[in-house]
């Protein structure tokens, strides 16, 4: 079992920047490849980044690709998505989920946390 708490949501205009965190607890977070989803309003809930359990290997849907970063800091159980270039279409609530590895995540991740909204304002 791991718990993840998202975190670093809020409003931003249009071009600008945000950075999530996701702190993991419970069962070894290094032995975890970890990923962020976000879910529109009226929207199904869509992959953005995943990330393997050592860092080595990541992975981006088209639509943030050259923007977000995903990232991992193991020592201290924590998960990050730099978003530059932020665009209105972007808005959404975004979680952190966690699962074996990468493609299990993206094709049915088993841990989820609870969310944080990002709003950009055009």
């Known amino acids: 079992q791991v718990q993840l708490v998202e975190s670093g949501g809020g409003l931003v205009q249009a071009g600008g920047s945000l950075r999530l965190s996701c702190a993991a607890s419970?069962?070894?977070?290094?032995?975890?490849?970890m990923g962020w989803f976000r879910q529109a309003p009226g929207k199904e809930r869509e992959f953005v980044a995943a990330i393997s359990w050592s860092g080595g290997s990541t992975y981006y849907a088209d639509s943030v690709k050259g923007r977000f970063t995903i990232s991992r800091d193991n020592a201290k159980n924590t998960v990050y998505l730099q978003m530059n270039s932020l665009k209105p279409e972007d808005t959404a609530v975004y979680y952190c989920a966690a699962d074996d590895t990468i493609l299990a995540i993206v094709v049915h991740s088993n841990y989820w946390g609870q969310g944080t909204q990002v709003t950009v304002s055009s």
């Open positions: 419970g069962r070894t977070f290094s032995s975890y490849a």
